[in-house]
């Protein structure tokens, strides 16, 4: 019997890794923002990383005032 083991990666690590896989001239890259999991960043921490890798969509699924105050003034 033959295992496989999986990687644990957090999940705002696998989506940059993911990211960073794509030609980013070509298109833009965006990115959908959850908020169940534990050891999340911040709002502002989240919101520099995204500035940081250029990525310039973002998809909430839920109103959060935090977050949204966090990408004000960002152009995300």
């Known amino acids: 019997m033959s295992g496989?083991?999986?990687l644990a990666?957090?999940?705002?690590l696998m989506l940059l890794?993911?990211?960073s896989f794509f030609d980013t001239t070509a298109g833009q890259i965006g990115?959908?923002?959850?908020?169940?999991?534990n050891n999340l960043?911040?709002?502002s921490e989240a919101?520099?990383?995204?500035?940081?890798?250029?990525i310039r969509r973002m998809r909430m699924y839920s109103h959060n005032?935090?977050?949204l105050d966090a990408l004000r003034g960002s152009n995300i």
């Open 9 to 12: 990666l957090s999940p705002m």
């Open 31 to 37: 990115i959908c923002y959850g908020e169940y999991g």
């Open 65 to 67: 005032p935090n977050a």
């Open 4 to 6: 496989v083991r999986m």
């Open 47 to 54: 919101v520099a990383m995204y500035k940081q890798y250029n």
């Open 17 to 19: 890794l993911m990211a």
């Open 41 to 43: 960043p911040s709002n």
